[in-house]
């Protein structure tokens, strides 16, 4: 089976509303737990294209409280995503729907943990700087040009160019 391709979409100022939604029916599901829940990724920044899959990212005290909520997670809708665990011990992910095109993507880490923090930085970051989000989704463009099926050196690809606006963002929040 060939990979999905690596497909870029302008920013839809539906995406907030989405956003919205899903995180309302993700406080359901995490009711009686301290959670945060957090809009990330390219469809998080206004102005920025990206793939059309949201990013959300939800904050708990320990793993385990994610981890006691995967049947309802499933319920939902969600798959969960063990296999990812070997390269990111700190998330628990989750995508959705479980087949067909992917609408949202959920990642569950402890609050306030480096995961919690850099992904958040990067997004503020970006929200801020418009000139660093056009960079960005020019970057995007060209990786997802080159890399029309490899999702993995699509995703490398952004790397540095990730580590330099966490960079600036760290100097920006000590100055």
């Known amino acids: 089976m ?3 391709a690596v497909v870029l979409v302008p920013y839809d100022p539906d995406w907030p509303r989405r956003f919205e939604r899903e995180r309302d029916l993700l406080a359901r599901i995490f009711r009686g737990t301290a959670v945060a829940i957090e809009h990330v990724g390219s469809t998080a920044v206004p102005g920025l294209g990206g793939k059309p899959v949201l990013d959300i990212m939800a904050g708990v005290p320990q793993l385990s409280d994610v981890e006691a909520r995967i049947p309802d997670l499933e319920v939902a809708g969600y798959e969960y995503v063990a296999e990812y665990e070997s390269r ?5 992910y ?3 729907p479980r087949a067909g095109p992917r609408t949202h993507h959920l990642h569950a880490v402890v609050r306030d943990g480096v995961f919690w923090r850099r992904h ?8 801020t700087h418009p000139e660093a989000a056009s960079a960005y989704f020019e970057l995007k463009e060209r990786l997802a040009s080159r890399y029309r099926t490899d999702r993995v050196a699509y995703t490398d690809g952004k790397s540095a160019f990730v580590e330099s606006v966490l960079a600036r ?6 100055a």
Do not use: Q, S
């Open 169 to 174: 963002a760290a100097a920006d929040e000590g």
């Open 88 to 92: 990111l011990p700190e998330r628990r």
């Open 120 to 127: 958040l930085l990067f997004r503020d970051y970006l929200r």
């Open 2 to 4: 060939a990979a999905a």
């Open 94 to 96: 989750f995508r959705k």
